[in-house]
């Protein structure tokens, strides 16, 4: 394993175990507010210093990693199988099913998702708990997000279709439907293990835009997009620039971690050729 | 005489070109084997591919019959016609690396098509083994733990001849097996299509365009030229009285390099014979190159 890949690897697992075990790393709860010090500087206390309201920055830190840990990999992974299962029939089996899902997918790609996202949530009851909409909606943009990724898997099983090897298997007396799942999905694994690695941080940064809108996690879970607002004022990062970098530094690092792997696997798929 | 195991009469149209098999007519019987030469663009391909029913989309629905066994491949539904796929007509395709799927063990590919046709999948081991001994295969099981860009490629080429021979089927069509292979282990892989045929009754349809290379293997040639057969009989016929001027200039496309490697002597005592009869005598390549 080269260094790069190392690095990645345990800042991966430092990000997994922050957010795991968050209850006992976090000095303070995600939403105790300290009204004696509000908008406080890093201090001994508060190691990120607090926010507006005066809740502790570096616990809301700790906590919001689940966020971005668990639902954007799980919205991504959803969509990747979508796109795996509606790319891959359309390529493998051509003709008039190739056209209509093609054109589904161009339906989901024309959607304007963004109105999609607030209609929904408008539709769903006020006091709804928070953990249940921000779910919702990662769920929503799995159901959106494949559309992109299913055209370039549609490519790729194209690919396969046609080769020799599809050939032979045919030869074989091999069906149809097992043709599709032991030696077309295989073949396509680095490609959608591909459109995972890149669907994470894409689901991780627009959960961050979503918050912007009120859209995101709600108060007062915390989520790195949420965190993030904080820096949404230019006055204020102007006056205080170091103000408040954790949640953009473990985004970067988070979304730079996936980039890594994502590098790594094309290195592999091209040592194996 | 019994009734041939393949009969076939067959016009094959492309969308994009007419005519790419012109009333085609040929017999296989039982255990024998058949040589179909000729050059590329000739249609054996796509003779092939329509007994299999594998033909590509461009293709218009090949018109005529496939007797095999006494029935009409062409007339069979989809479903019956996989089950013959592989069982009882197999084929080997001519690039083997590009025949074996890259993401999958050979043990895998091996058990994929012995599940093709049989329920009992936990039998697939024994029989991939021997099967690997039939075709002289080295490492045997460890074999099937590889990976396909693990072999070289006469090995690649045993597994597919390996593959199509797994469930002993009855026809076996070779479609240029050793086109992607050097002289020495093309000729390897040629003596052990005969000793296959020979071992296990299996008829062949041979396919390719060198007429010398394969004449030592097949019982029977047919010559095909633009779609039309022009010229089908026992081997030793064709190279004694080939009828037709295209079979003759075949014949005589044999290297006349004095260094070749004679591939039968027979036979280059026959093209010898044939040579004679023909006005005009070839070009010879000069002693010295």
């Known amino acids: 394993m080269k260094l790069s890949s190392k690095i990645a690897a345990g800042a991966l697992l430092l990000i997994v175990f922050a957010s795991v ?14 009204r004696d010090a509000i908008s406080a500087g890093p201090s001994h206390r508060f190691p990120l210093g607090t926010d507006d309201l005066g809740r502790d920055r570096f616990s809301r830190l700790l906590y919001g990693s689940r966020v971005s840990l668990v639902l954007a990999p799980a919205a991504a992974l ?29 339906l989901v790609l024309s959607l304007p998702w963004l109105f999609l996202l607030i209609a929904v949530r408008a539709v769903l009851p006020l006091d709804c708990a ?27 099983a194209r690919d396969v279709r046609s080769s020799a090897f599809a050939l032979q298997a045919r030869v074989c007396g091999i ?48 989520s790195w997009g949420s965190m993030l607002r904080e820096l949404e004022n230019l006055g204020t990062v102007l006056q205080d620039p170091i103000r408040n970098p954790g949640p953009l530094c473990t985004v970067v690092m988070l979304v730079l971690v996936v980039s890594c792997f994502q590098l790594l696997l094309r290195s592999r798929a091209e040592e194996l050729g | 005489m019994s009734a041939p195991l393949l009969d076939l009469r067959l016009t094959v149209d492309y969308t994009n070109k007419p005519g790419v098999l012109r009333d085609v007519h040929l017999e296989i019987q039982r255990g024998e084997v058949v040589g179909l030469i000729g050059e590329s663009g000739s249609g054996k391909s796509t003779l092939a591919l329509s007994i299999m029913r594998l033909l590509p989309g461009q293709a218009a629905a090949p018109r005529g019959q496939i007797q095999f066994d006494g029935r009409d491949l062409l007339r069979l539904k989809g479903s019956q016609m996989r089950a013959i796929r592989g069982r009882e007509i197999a084929m080997v395709l001519q690039s083997p690396i590009l025949a074996l799927n890259p993401a999958l063990r050979i043990g895998t590919q091996m058990a994929e098509t012995w599940r093709a046709h049989e329920k009992d999948a936990s039998r697939w081991r024994e029989r991939a083994l021997a ?31 390996a593959m199509a021979i797994l469930h002993r089927p009855r026809l076996l069509i070779a479609d240029e097996p050793t086109s992607a292979l050097d002289a020495i282990t093309s000729a390897e892989v ?10 296990l009754n299996m008829a ?41 001027g295209y079979t003759r200039a075949l014949i005589s496309a044999v290297p006349q390099h004095p260094m070749a490697a004679p591939v039968s002597n027979d036979l280059m005592a026959l093209s010898e014979f044939t040579r004679g009869q023909n006005e005009a005598e070839p070009v010879k390549a000069p002693a010295h190159v």
């Open chain 1, 21 to 34: 075990f968050a209850n006992f790393l976090a000095p303070h709860g995600y939403d105790e507010q300290f």
């Open chain 1, 78 to 106: 959803f969509s990747t199988l979508l796109a795996g299962l509606v790319g891959g029939l359309a390529g493998m089996f051509g003709g008039r099913c190739e056209k209509v899902l093609m054109m589904g997918t161009d």
């Open chain 1, 130 to 156: 928070p953990p249940l909409s921000v779910t919702i909606t990662f769920l929503l943009l799995g159901c959106l997000g494949w559309a992109p990724a299913a055209r370039v898997v549609r490519a790729a």
């Open chain 1, 175 to 222: 069906s149809e439907t097992r043709l599709f799942w032991r030696h077309l999905l295989p073949n396509l694994r680095p490609v959608l293990a591909a459109q995972f690695l890149i669907s994470v941080p894409v689901f991780i940064i627009t959960e961050a835009n979503l918050g912007l809108l009120g859209l995101g996690v709600a108060e007062p879970l915390p």
């Open chain 2, 131 to 161: 099967t690997f001994e039939l075709v002289a295969l080295p490492w045997g099981a460890e074999l099937l733990e590889r990976f396909p860009r693990q072999l070289s490629v006469g090995q690649a080429q045993r597994v597919l001849i």
């Open chain 2, 190 to 199: 040629l003596a052990l299509f005969k000793t296959l045929s020979r071992e």
């Open chain 2, 204 to 244: 062949m349809l041979f396919i390719s365009h060198d007429l010398l290379s394969v004449a030592a293997l097949c019982d029977r040639l047919a010559i095909l030229r633009r779609g039309e057969l022009v010229e089908s009989g026992p081997t030793a016929e064709i190279f004694q009285n080939p009828t037709h």
